[in-house]
Nanobody, 122 residues
C-alpha cells in the first residue's frame, strides 16, 4: 500500500546542481532508513547514499562523497538528495528506497519509487 515517488530530475550541464525529492503516499517512512540508488542504461543499479531514520547515520558511495548530500525530510517527503558539481557520469535514473535494514544492497530494500531521470551534459 505504501508508495514512493521521486521528483527533481532533469537536464543539467556539467558542474550544475539538482535537488531530488522523494514523496511518500499511502503510508509513512519516518521510522525507515532511506537510500538513493541510480541506474544507467545497461548497468546494474548502483548505491549512492543512505541515511537512517534519525538522520545521524549516513553512508555515501565514493562517487557521491563530497558532492552529494542526503538528508531527512518528513513523513510526506522522507528523504532528499542534493547533488552538486554534477558530472556526465552521474547520468542515470535515480531511485529512492526504504528499508528497516541498513546496507548498500538493493535486496535490502522492499520499497522503491519509479525513478527520476537525471541527465548531465558535457
Amino acid at each position: 500500500q505504501v508508495q514512493l515517488a521521486e521528483s527533481g530530475g532533469g537536464l543539467v550541464q556539467a558542474g550544475g546542481s539538482l535537488r531530488l525529492s522523494c514523496a511518500a503516499s499511502e503510508g509513512t517512512f519516518t521510522l525507515y532508513n532511506m537510500a538513493w540508488f541510480r541506474q544507467a542504461p545497461g548497468k546494474e543499479r548502483e548505491f549512492v547514499a543512505e541515511i537512517d531514520w534519525s538522520g545521524r547515520n549516513i553512508d555515501y558511495a565514493d562517487s557521491a562523497k563530497g558532492r552529494f548530500t542526503i538528508s531527512r525530510g518528513n513523513a510526506k517527503s522522507p528523504v532528499y538528495l542534493q547533488m552538486n558539481t554534477l558530472k556526465p557520469e552521474d547520468t542515470a535514473i535515480y531511485y529512492c528506497a526504504a528499508t528497516t535494514n541498513w546496507g548498500r544492497q538493493t535486496t535490502l530494500y522492499p520499497y522503491w519509487g519509479q525513478g527520476t531521470q537525471v541527465t548531465v551534459s558535457s
